[in-house]
């Protein structure tokens, strides 16, 4: 069956996954759209949301187009629902690689038995530290590790300096957990558990994820536990601080993708922000902006006069918080590195 011809091919490939999915849902009935979005998670629902409220002048062939390759790669699929976790896995490593893939599946999995966890992703971070501050520091390690790095962040905020160090601390050596112990977490969060105690143990926790979640606090929360982590253990410090993403290490981001990140950040916070870039960096900047623009760019921030630590520092996290989104969304790829933003 052939539908819609050059121009629907043309809009597809300008269209990307969640494109697709929005239009998907908009030719659902409400009703069947609900039960989809019923299975997502509170990030997933967002995303999907905002690109449905975009759309605008989708053609018939086009939305055509969608619902036959979505029942096309439907109808390639036999039984679904057996062998789910084979395919899901060989999926996510296809596309992520086995390393990323891996940590990523046990969430997947894990989610099924740990109704109580997953409710909490839709709570406001307030809520959820009030729902776990007077838990065992473990379970609060373990609650943290397994929510999104921006939300644990923010949970992490509404507790004091010496919890804050203790929690990272766990996470950051936070290897497994067995299901016992999953089981007891969602009856207290719960009342219920759902998960067979024949699972093996899920990987959660870990440097990576104490990274993470430190990328997300705000400048003075992220070098005062630093450094009480440091001064505790300074290997395992090291070791965090290692795998966290700083402002520095956009120098390793390559060119196309600081060119499309520079898109998404205003003037006013790339000004601040450069304020406490090296001149490396800040050529990096300037060579990926027409001349005009490094020229304007370089007089404001001439211009500018001094400002307070504390701005500069806001104004790179603002950008860094852009650029993990973009890197989420596979628009840019982040570099690595271990150098620390001073």
Not at 142 to 169: G, H, T
Not at 267 to 278: C, T
Request: with cysteine.
């Amino acid at each position: 069956m052939s539908v819609g011809g050059s121009e629907m091919d043309k809009a597809e490939r300008t269209m990307n996954n969640l494109d697709k999915a929005a239009i998907l849902l908009m030719s659902m009935g409400e009703k069947d759209a609900a039960e989809v979005l019923k299975q997502m998670g509170p990030k997933e629902v967002q995303r999907v949301g905002a690109a449905m409220s975009q759309l605008s002048s989708v053609t018939q062939d086009t939305v055509s187009g969608v619902l036959t390759q979505f029942m096309n790669e439907c109808g390639a699929q036999s039984g679904l629902g057996i062998g789910a976790e084979g395919y899901i896995r060989n999926m996510l490593n296809e596309a992520l690689g086995e390393e990323r893939a891996r940590g990523f599946l046990d969430r997947i999995l894990m989610g099924a038995g740990t109704g109580g966890i997953n409710s909490l992703k839709w709570m406001d971070p307030r809520s959820v530290a009030d729902v776990i501050r007077l838990e065992h520091p473990q379970i609060q390690a373990v609650v943290l590790s397994y929510l999104e790095p921006d939300q644990s962040a923010s949970i992490l905020a509404n507790f004091p300096e010496k919890v804050r160090l203790e929690i990272m601390m766990r996470i950051a050596t936070l290897e497994s957990v067995q299901p016992e112990a999953l089981k007891e977490l969602n009856m207290v969060l719960e009342k219920q558990f759902s998960g067979k105690g024949s699972n093996p143990s899920t990987t959660i926790g870990g440097t990576k994820t104490a990274a993470e979640i430190m990328n997300h606090l705000d400048g003075a929360q992220e070098q005062e536990l630093m450094g009480a982590i440091k001064d505790v253990d300074e290997d395992l410090g090291t070791q965090i601080q290692d795998l966290m993403f700083v402002f520095d290490n956009l120098r390793d981001v390559d060119d196309r993708g600081i060119q499309s990140l520079l898109r998404e950040v205003s003037s006013e916070v790339l000004i601040l922000a450069l304020k406490g870039a090296d001149d490396f960096l800040k050529e990096k900047i300037f060579n990926n902006m027409s001349k005009r623009a490094a020229e304007l760019l370089r007089d404001d921030l001439e211009a500018k006069g001094p400002v307070r630590i504390v701005e500069v520092e806001a104004a790179q996290k603002e950008i860094l918080v852009v650029a993990r989104r973009m890197a989420d969304a596979g628009e840019i790829q982040l570099g690595g590195g271990s150098e620390a933003m001073i």
